[in-house]
């Protein structure tokens, strides 16, 4: 097939693939109403609102529903009601969709506290101008994530019974009095209380402001929300007027939210979606696929093809990366393989090659990225043996801000390595491949298949890895330590036996190389911020990045003098022999005295 273009038309007619980064498209579905009046009074203070969205948003960012009484006693309480619920509505679905559901919104509620805290300073002279309650859930799949500060309510009706899922913040003081514990734009921060509960089809969530719950026993919510009313603007309306004739004497507002249907969509479904885009054929250099030239083949797998090709209008040089066909029927390295370039489209760094939208359609599955000129890390460590160690630093702060920038949209690349580096002239260090990637937003979604735990070269992966426990940020930041012990070194910190380890206490016999004894040139400062860097247990690893970055420029004191290291970290192995000496003993002895009772 040299020198001839690949037609679409000979294997599988292209379509479309759908919009979600993941193409998971979610079955959730639900019906909503709402309602608010001022009842007796002559402003109506509080403020809801309600947001169902179309694909990808419904997958990736679920349905929101939220509801906000402003504080009577606050004299801008009307507008803290009204900026808490536009903003939470619009700031959420702008969020990195890569967020979980929780990071998202915590962090844009941490933001409207501020923003009204800072309103109040300049408005009142005691600093309760923009004070009001918060209660907010997100539907999202098949939970729901609940936000809440105040005494705003949100309840779920599931058949028949009424569950109040949230707490008044509220304090009684004087005779019948009763003021809040906790609000939005009280303080600079605020504690939200969140929850997490299970969502089923016919489930009825409503949310309330206490000109509702304040007046109505429990028992008529319940009777109210379950009756067979399908207009839930209606059925809002309905409860607000009762709540009036009990003899509520405040703004009186609802919102319902009814789940018709969760999850997303089945095995077989996903399946259909999946194989919209036939995988392409092998492919030569010269061959043409959807206006692409391929020029050569950079790489081959088990997992994958990478070619270098050329957009044939602009002459442009681009990476194209094709999956195996010994993938062709598992959803699971699909549905991997197509986040790997949603991941390069989300993140924006100069340190993180970027993926590229085909530019005349797409026929088959691939992904294509922007090429990065310039040789690998692992080819400059073989043409610099002894490499200058400030030259090192250089490269491990680069490959940091790297991780930084994925970090900061909650994704850990999980595969740092010297292949997964390019060095630009121009833009320095730049990581590349991101099929091991996890995405903590995405991750929360759920699928009627068994995810892929991709691992990463062993070793290069961090013990937790192994041992099937979670990972973090200090996962990464084992990886690039052992990436910079190996350019000064060509060797492992713990040698070959590292990669043989598949339980703790095979971890615990490790003993650390000191880098100076494969280099001298290596200072002893230097070694020891390496040595915490990869260090077995994760807690012993920096904390942060900033920390190690600093300890690579800085010679830390505590690195100078071996005796300055903690014990753990100065013997591993004579630690975990006591420690597991010491567990004996206490077993012997307690077993001693069961049987002497």
């Not at 996890?438 to 991750?443: M, R, S």
Request: proline content about 4%; some cysteine.
């Amino acid at each position: 097939m040299r020198g001839i273009d690949v037609d679409p038309q000979m294997v599988q007619e292209g379509s479309e693939l759908p919009s979600t980064p993941m193409n998971l498209i979610s079955k959730l579905r639900v019906d909503a109403g709402c309602h608010t009046t001022a009842g007796k009074n002559e402003s109506n203070d509080d403020c809801l609102g309600i947001r169902i969205p179309e694909e990808p948003e419904l997958t990736t960012k679920g349905v929101v529903a939220v509801i906000a009484d402003g504080v009577s006693a606050a004299e801008a309480g009307k507008q803290a009601a009204e900026i808490c619920v536009k903003g939470f509505l619009n700031d959420y679905y702008s969020a990195p969709e890569a967020w979980t559901t929780q990071s998202a919104a915590m962090k844009v509620a941490e933001s409207l506290n501020r923003w009204l805290f800072s309103l109040s300073q300049g408005y009142s002279s005691d600093g309760r101008g923009y004070v009001t309650t918060f209660s907010a859930v997100v539907f999202k799949a098949t939970t729901a994530y609940l936000f809440h500060v105040g005494d705003s309510r949100i309840y779920r009706l599931r058949a028949g019974r009424l569950d109040l899922l949230t707490r008044d913040h509220s304090v009684q003081f004087g005779k019948g009095k009763v003021g809040l514990a906790r609000a939005m734009g009280m303080d600079t921060k605020v504690e939200i209380d969140f929850k997490k509960v299970g969502i089923e089809k016919g489930d009825r969530f409503l949310l309330s402001t206490d000109g509702i719950h304040g007046f109505m026993e429990d028992r008529e919510i319940a009777r109210l929300l379950g009756a067979e009313e399908e207009n839930l603007d209606r059925l809002s309306e309905e409860i607000s007027k009762r709540a009036l004739e009990i003899g509520s004497n405040d703004n009186c507002s609802v919102a319902i939210v009814e789940v018709e249907s969760t999850g997303v969509a089945s095995n077989a479904e996903l399946y259909h979606q999946f194989h919209r885009k036939p995988f392409p054929p092998e492919l030569y250099p010269g061959m043409k696929l959807d206006g692409y030239e391929v020029l050569s083949e950079l790489q081959a797998t088990s997992r994958s093809q990478t070619y270098l090709v050329k957009d044939l209008k602009s002459n442009e040089t681009l990476v194209m990366k094709t999956p195996s066909v010994n993938f062709e029927d598992d959803n699971a390295y699909i549905e991997r393989f197509i986040m790997e370039a949603w991941v390069g489209h989300k993140v924006k760094s100069d340190r993180v090659a970027t993926s590229v939208k085909p530019a005349y359609g797409q026929s088959f599955l691939y992904t294509l990225l922007e090429y990065v000129e310039g040789s690998t890390l692992e080819q400059w460590m073989v043409e610099n043996r002894k490499p200058d160690v400030r030259k090192v630093v250089e490269i491990g702060k680069q490959i940091l801000q790297g991780l930084r920038a994925m970090h900061r949209l909650e994704m850990l690349h999980q595969d740092v390595k010297p292949g997964n580096v390019i060095l630009n002239e121009k833009r320095g260090a730049v990581l590349i491949d991101f099929g091991s990637t996890f995405v903590a937003g995405i991750q929360e979604i759920p699928t009627p298949f068994l995810r892929e735990r991709a691992l990463g070269t062993l070793s290069y992966s961090a013990p937790e890895y192994f041992l099937d426990r979670k990972a973090s940020r200090k996962s990464d930041l084992f990886s690039v330590g052992v990436v910079l012990y190996e350019m000064l070194t060509g060797k492992f910190p713990y040698g070959d036996a590292y990669e043989k380890c598949t339980t703790l206490r095979d971890f615990a016999a490790l003993k650390y190389v000191p880098a100076p004894q494969h280099n001298s040139l290596v200072p002893i400062w230097l070694d020891g911020a390496l040595r915490k860097c990869v260090q077995i247990n994760v807690q012993s690893r920096y904390d942060t990045f900033t920390e190690f970055e600093y300890d690579l420029e800085h010679p830390n004191p505590k690195f100078l003098s071996k005796e300055e290291l903690p014990f753990i970290e100065r013997n591993p192995a004579l630690f975990w022999k006591i420690a597991a000496g010491v567990l004996a003993v206490t077993q012997a002895v307690t077993i001693f005295w069961l049987i002497n009772r």
